[in-house]
Each structure stands twice: as structure tokens, then as C-alpha cells.
């Protein structure tokens, strides 16, 4: 009998709204619209770092109002799956359910990824 082991790779289906971002660059104009979604692009980078640090401390205290903001500002600028995400895993740390807070932030962690770091 062979014996083997399967490695697999988690891929997200990241939804994204791109008439999100439009609607921001018709408001704003091309220049003003790319330095907002460049922040919140980078303020949301910013955020998963400094709660990726909490989780690891188990310090979750602060957590619920960072994923809140997470979920505004990835919203605001049309990162549906981050946004759905943050909205999930903040629901669940506020329920007290360890177990699902551990997967949901897992996931959170490969949307964040997959939105954040493009090639």
C-alpha cells in the first residue's frame, strides 16, 4: 500500500467592486481619486500587520473596532471580500466563538493577501 500526502493551496475568490473605485475617481478626478484609494490601501495593509501582531499576542481587546474599520475601509473602496470578511470575523470574536474566530481569521489572512498584494 503507497502512502502519500496532498499539500493543499488555499485560493480565496476575492470579489472585488470596481465601480467602487470608479465612483471615487469621477467624484475626485484621476489624481485626488488615486491618492485616496492608494491610502486606503495602504492604511488597510497597515491595519492587518498591527492585528495580524494582536492575534499572535492574544491580545483581542481592540480587535473588534480594527476589523470595523477594516471593513469600512475596505468597502469604501470596493474590496467586497476583505470587507464581508472583517465583517465575519469581528461577529464571531464579539460571539466568543474561539474555534470560528481561528478559521475565520485565517481567511481573513488569505483575502487580505490576495486583495493587498497584487502582482
Known sequence: ?????????LREQVDENEAAILAIFDRLGPDPGA??????????????????????????GSLPRGLKRMEALAGGVGMVSLAQV??????VLLRGD???????????????????VRP
Open 35 to 60: 491618492k485616496l484609494v492608494s491610502r486606503a490601501v495602504g492604511e488597510l495593509a497597515i491595519a492587518v500587520t498591527v492585528m495580524a501582531a494582536q492575534v499572535d499576542r492574544h491580545e483581542l
Open 86 to 91: 472583517a465583517a465575519d470575523a469581528r461577529a
Open 98 to 116: 474561539a474555534t470560528a474566530f481561528a478559521a475565520v481569521w485565517a481567511r481573513l489572512m488569505r483575502v487580505a493577501e490576495q486583495s493587498l
Open 1 to 9: 500500500m503507497s502512502e502519500s500526502v496532498v499539500q493543499l493551496h
